[in-house]
């Protein structure tokens, strides 16, 4: 006596090749999602108390980073603007206009603007901004072209394996320690050649052990 | 069964044989239970975490009581394989960043700051810097400019940082029960001032703790003052009465003594455990241990001698230790004073007797060492064994080089039972109208005979302000919160008389009021603030050195500083005008009798959690008790021997009744303990406080009476027949073999001792007796089949010096503060899941009577070829080039097969979230710069890595290499006695490369060739060959049973 139908066979074939197929689609669209601005926030414009415009400031007005992101060459935080930074010019200029009211609120009350974090990484990662200056990096190679970001975006994922591209060859990013700041800063062609001998010169080593950023 | 306790059997009399003969049993053990081999310490032995194994084995033997089937297992592994994989697909939280509105001048965000302050604690300020992230306090560090601190700390302001942060402390003031405000007490005290004015005081009392700060002792002065009839009453259940009543029977005044143990060749401690606990303790942790290097040339071995009945760390560290009950001592001392002649100490002392070799013995070695010998007196030894020392010290020429006398530290030296005793006698006669008690707690730990508790409710004002809504504060008509010192202004004394400014680290969390601004608020002078009180008072005070320098500068110095120059007491010269009455022995110290119902009973301050003021603190509570590991509990400590007699062993709950004063506690079998004596811990059985230090341990205070406070003669012991299990990390973590099933590797590796001692005779002769054993064949072999990675960069390693480490737990407490360790309670404990990162292991060596004891501190050993890299599934362990075994929280995925396979059983692991991510008020406590572990995550000892990469961070951008020293481990700067060094051994000029190279160094099961980082210098004791023998009391009948 048969017990099974003769279609049992196809649908057992198309039952164990489709599980193979769909755990490989499954894994692909979970990859392509990982991937997605949905998931990482790159290149997605966060809303801001009072829309702050680094390319006003930083190209039109040519504004050093260092200017407002005051420990970025000292501590592992870059540092944000107090209130009387922003106010060492707007108690000057635009004093009356309704976009700044928050900053001159702050001002006024003594209570913080709470800004939203664009650039942020989980809390067992410990990034730290100094070393990566002094080593000759600049903060368009991160933070992507702020200085054409009318509101201020997340320019790369900031995933792990982002951050190993550059650990393991420093030379394709590294520039000279005097342009890290210069926002318009572009590559040289031979960018190999001079990140090469950039590598030697800043004593850069290619830290990938864990206990770099984990700890 | 059966067969085990055969086994036992012959154990034992092996032991009794070997006790009989003077030899000591040349084996290490861990504890009574080691010794004895019984079930727990073979489950210890065999597993990491044995509260696993005994789960397994209740589910093998009723395996449908959780009805949990083998289906359902296979069910939610596969569902939590699915969400581990689906946990990591969560989007990061949205963060706010909240900058400052007008930044502070010295704020570098993400940068933390130092500030100078002190700890008033225990009689004396300890000096630290501590360290503030963007205004939060995060940990506590010594300040190496201050002389009682050196840069060093001891386990109580480790543990300070907690109790600033402490949820459970007092938040607001309390009116009859209800919450108020200070505006409501200004306008009661309003009142009850105009009644002060009107009768200057009369019926006015201040009861406080022991002051030693400066400005707070003026304030008082200036109110008692002000109210001529009011009167001023200080009281700390373990202060140091007896010290100031020994210096008043010797000199006829109170005086401040001080030691110099760098000076010292030859020590005597009188029961006093001057390692661990009373004024100066880490700085003379440190100038002891500085005296322990064999090798040195210019100062050779110092020599301890240690006579006490429950044994402490001083204890442990002595090159000659005899157990004796505390009552004897006062006839030792006799018996010593009389043999160094002192003239008529020993006339018709009865006690000599039974030490008299010991006696001459020392006594020789002390004639020989005069000038460069110090006696020191126990704080719970009674005033005529202080005035004792005093007189030795005088005889042996000590004065001015081991010992220093000052004016006392106390702004108003009294005796503190007496003066409560004062005060409950007001009290109860009526004459009381208001009690102000600041920063005490007298309901819970006044003596039992005062009944403080029904004289209290007898006045009709009743203020009271602590940190805690305490016992007292709950029978208050006023609760005032009080301000942790590191919110508040304030001066205090160092062991020698240097002050140092207590400065606020934060403003206050809650609304707390410090007792220098209490004083403030009484004395109506609210419109000064502490700050300006403080400076006031130092403007006409400061010491003479300073008043040429402007007042500004000199004040921003000290701050800086921490410590005031200059303001060390001066020398004092004192002769020792001892009474005749010294011939009279006291009549208590009754010979030891084996057949007495009663024996006596010792009480001491609890070693983690004091008085009781520090019940709260859950890392003071979790920390293991130096030598007998307990944690969570006091208990009755026995000796073996007297526990047999009266049939008792460990856990058994039993009723203690002391002259008819009554109270239940368990019993712990102490090794080492004096016989006919039992030690029991004051500072436990709290009813009012936090949720983590209440109704834990036996109250001791119930039982404890005015006229003998310390040394109490009359104990009954009464069994119940109940047990009360005791969490004791003693046996936990114990390496050795497991028995039958043991792999030829292991048998190798446990043939040699984990522990290295030798004597310092025997370590001249042949210094590389640690090396003695290793097999020439094994040293041939190459280590490994594969080539060893070339380690060219920096090499972190850590050196542990048994002979300086003096067993004190500050490294213990550090880690956890600077790691961010977690808490798992009373039952997590019993299953061996305590977090300890570095733990101190125990040893004894010889009979239970009087083994020697050793410390051996264990961290990870951060091995070269570690066996827990190579078993780890996911990755989530790793080698660095560095030869850190770096742990990987965010890849673990709790296997625990690393655990497993440590030989060292330093891995921990979260078996549930005992991180506490709810509390708002503990998140600023965190390190910042290490990750707050979750459940499930596997975590260790890493070398305080943030440290080391903060350090080579700031040294690559200085372009230059790490400066030997620049990296301390948290463990390292804590320790009092420097017996923790770490460094780079690849860098052959650095202190921890110079120190691996000593001959006495040696590695932890070095035969299974993990290459460990982490090695020790041997422990070299310094015995006095013209010593007896060490004595041993004849072996009890029966056997110790611990099962």
């Known amino acids: 006596m048969q017990i099974f139908h003769p279609s049992t066979n196809t649908i057992s074939r198309l039952s164990i090749y489709g599980a193979v197929v769909f755990i490989g689609l499954l894994s692909y669209v979970l990859y392509e999602i990982g991937q997605s601005p949905y998931y990482t926030e790159q290149n997605v414009p966060q809303v801001q108390p009072v829309p702050f415009s680094h390319r006003h400031h930083v190209s039109q007005l040519g504004i050093d980073c260092r200017y407002c992101h005051t420990s970025v060459e000292t501590s592992s935080f870059a540092g944000m603007p107090s209130t009387q930074t922003c106010m060492t010019c707007h108690s000057q200029i635009w004093t009356n206009t309704p976009i700044l009211a928050p900053v001159r609120e702050s001002y006024e009350t003594g209570r913080s603007i709470s800004w939203t974090r664009v650039n942020t990484l989980p809390q067992f990662v410990y990034f730290d901004h100094s070393i990566h200056i002094h080593k000759g990096i600049g903060c368009t190679t991160c933070h992507g072209d702020v200085g054409e970001m009318t509101i201020t975006w997340r320019a790369t994922t900031l995933q792990m394996t982002w951050c190993l591209d550059c650990h393991r060859h420093p030379e394709e990013y590294v520039r000279p320690r005097d342009q890290v700041f210069n926002v318009n800063y572009a590559p040289p062609p031979n960018q190999l050649e001079l990140g090469r001998k ?14 770099t950023c984990h700890r | 069964m059966n067969v085990n306790n055969n086994r036992e059997n012959t154990r034992d009399e092996d032991k009794s044989r070997q006790i009989a003969t003077g030899a000591t049993p040349s084996r290490f053990w861990r504890g009574l239970a080691d010794l004895n081999g019984t079930e727990e310490a073979r489950r210890f032995r065999a597993d990491e975490f044995p509260g696993t194994e005994s789960d397994l084995q209740a589910i093998e033997a009723n395996p449908h009581a959780n009805h949990i089937s083998r289906r359902t297992v296979l069910k939610y592994m596969a ?25 502070p001048e010295e704020i570098v965000p993400g940068k933390p700051l130092f500030y100078a302050t002190s700890m008033p604690f225990a009689g004396e300020g300890a000096g630290l810097l501590v360290k503030s992230h963007m205004g939060r306090p995060t940990k506590v560090e010594g300040n190496p400019s201050h002389p009682g601190s050196l840069g060093h700390t001891d386990i109580f302001a480790q543990a300070a940082i907690l109790d600033l942060y402490d949820p459970y402390r007092s938040q607001t003031v309390i009116r009859d029960g209800e919450i108020a405000s200070w505006d ?62 020994g210096a008043k029977l010797a000199f006829d005044d109170y005086v401040n003594a001080f030691y110099q143990l760098e000076n010292a ?98 006594a020789k070695d002390l004639s020989a060492h005069r000038g460069s010998s110090i006696v020191i007196a126990g704080d719970e030894q009674p005033p005529i064994v202080h005035a004792l020392a005093h007189t030795i010290n005088e005889k042996l020429g000590n004065v001015g080089k081991t010992i220093v006398y000052t004016q006392a530290l106390e702004i108003e030296p009294v005796n503190g039972f007496e003066s409560l005793r004062d005060l409950v006698n007001d009290l109860n006669s009526g004459s009381v109208e208001t009690l102000i008690i600041i920063g005490t707690n007298p309901a819970y730990d006044a003596p039992a005979d005062f009944d403080f508790v029904h004289a209290y409710l007898k006045t009709a004002n009743r203020v009271h302000s602590g940190l805690y809504y305490d016992e007292t504060a709950e029978l208050s008509d ?64 400061r010491p003479a050195q300073a008043t040429a320098q402007p007042f500004e500068d000199w004040w921003e110095t000290m701050l800086n500083n921490g410590v005031m120059a200059g303001s060390v007491f001066p020398a004092k010269q004192m002769t020792v005008k001892l009474p005749t009455e010294i011939g009279s022995p006291a009549a208590s110290a009754e010979p030891a009798n084996s057949t007495q119902e009663a024996i006596e009973l010792v009480f001491r301050a609890d070693p983690s959690i004091f008085d009781g003021r520090f019940a709260n603190n859950s890392w003071l509570q979790e920390l293991p008790k130096p030598i007998n590991h307990l944690t969570w509990d006091n208990a009755v400590l026995l000796s073996p021997g007297t526990a047999n007699r009266l049939g008792l062993k460990s856990e058994d709950y039993v009723n203690l009744d002391l002259s008819g004063w009554k109270v239940g506690a368990p019993v712990y079998v102490m090794p080492g303990h004096a016989d006919e004596c039992a030690t029991l811990n004051l500072g436990y059985g709290r009813w009012k406080t936090g949720e983590v230090g209440m109704r834990r341990g036996v109250n001791a205070y119930y039982i404890r009476t005015s006229n003998q406070p310390y040394i109490a003669q009359g104990l009954k012991i009464q069994r119940t ?3 009360y299990p005791l969490a004791t990390t ?71 010096d048994l002979n300086r480490c003096v067993g004190c737990n500050a490294c213990v407490v550090a880690c956890g503060a600077e790691n961010n360790a977690s808490i798992v309670g009373k039952e997590e404990v019993l299953r061996g899941r305590e977090m300890h990162w570095i733990r101190v292991d125990s040893y004894f060596r010889g009979g239970v009577e009087d083994p020697e004891m050793y410390f051996e501190p264990v961290p990870c050993m951060q091995c070269e070829n570690s066996p827990c890299e190579l078993v780890f599934p996911v990755g989530a362990t790793n080698h660095s080039p560095e030869g850190l075994n770096n742990m990987i929280y965010n890849r673990c995925v709790g296997t625990r097969y690393c655990s497993n396979n440590c030989p060292y059983k330093v891995r921990r692991f979260n078996f549930f979230l005992f991180s506490d991510f709810r509390t708002q008020s503990t ?83 070095e035969v299974l060739n993990t290459r460990p980082r982490t090695s020790y210098l041997a422990r070299i004791r310094n015995p006095n060959p013209e010593m007896p023998a060490q004595k041993l009391h004849p072996p009890a009948a029966g056997t110790i049973d611990q099962n």
Request: glycine letters at 8%.
């Open chain 2, 184 to 245: 409501d007490f200004y306008a009661a005290l309003g009142a009850m001032r105009g009644a002060w004015n009107a009768n200057k005081g009369a019926g006015l009392r201040l009861l406080t703790d022991t002051i030693i700060s400066p400005t707070v002792g003026a304030q008082i002065r200036a109110f008692l003052a002000a109210f001529p009839e009011a009167k001023w009453h200080q009281y700390e259940p373990c202060g140091r009465d007896n010290a100031r009543d």
């Open chain 2, 478 to 541: 006023w609760h005032l919160p009080q301000a942790h010192f590191l919110e508040s202004w304030g001066d205090t004394r160092a062991y020698d008389g240097s002050v140092g400014i207590i400065q606020p680290l934060i403003s206050p969390l809650y609304q707390g009021k410090s007792a220098l601004d209490l004083l403030l608020i009484l004395a109506s002078d609210t419109h000064l603030s502490a700050h300006d009180t403080l400076r006031n008072y130092w403007m006409a005070n």
């Open chain 2, 79 to 103: 569902a939590s394989a699915a969400m581990a994989g689906l946990t990591a697909c969560t989007i990061l939280p949205t963060e706010k960043i909240v900058p400052y509105v007008r930044p």
């Open chain 2, 721 to 723: 027949g109940l047990n």
């Open chain 2, 923 to 1005: 998140y600023g406590m965190r390190n910042p710069d290490v990750t707050v572990r979750s459940r499930g995550v596997m975590e260790k000892c890493t070398y305080c890595v943030q440290r080391i990469n903060h350090a080579k961070i700031n040294a690559e951008e200085q372009n230059r290499l790490v400066r030997d020293s620049e990296i301390k481990t948290a463990c390292q700067q804590v320790c009092p006695a420097d017996a923790i060094i770490f460094g780079n051994i690849n860098d052959k000029s650095s202190q921890v490369a110079k120190l691996k190279a000593q001959s006495r160094g040696y590695k932890l099961l």
């Open chain 2, 265 to 362: 060749d030859v020590i005597v401690s009188l029961e006093a455990n001057f390692l661990y606990s009373g004024p100066g303790h880490v700085r003379y942790a440190r100038d002891f241990a500085a005296r322990r290097d064999p090798d040195s040339a210019t100062r050779p071995m110092n020599r301890l001698y240690v006579v006490e009945s429950t044994p402490t760390i001083t204890g442990a560290m002595a090159d000659h230790r005899l157990p004796m009950r505390s009552s004897e001592v006062e006839g030792f001392a006799r018996a010593l004073a009389a043999n160094l002649g002192v003239e008529g100490a020993n006339s018709g002392a009865s006690a000599s007797g039974q030490f008299a070799d010991w006696v001459t013995a020392l």
């Open chain 2, 730 to 800: 003693q046996h936990h973590h114990l390496i050795g073999p497991v028995g039958e099933e043991d792999e030829l590797e292991s048998v190798q590796a446990f043939e040699r001792d984990l522990i290295q001692v030798s004597t310092l005779s025997d370590y001249k002769t042949n210094p590389n007796f640690t090396h003695e054993g290793e097999h020439q064949e094994e040293a041939d072999k190459p280590e490994s089949l594969y080539p060893g990675y070339p380690y060219t960069g920096y090499a972190w390693g850590m050196s542990i």
């Open chain 1, 198 to 211: 950039l590598v030697r010169e800043y004593k850069i080593n290619s830290l990938t052990s864990c206990d």
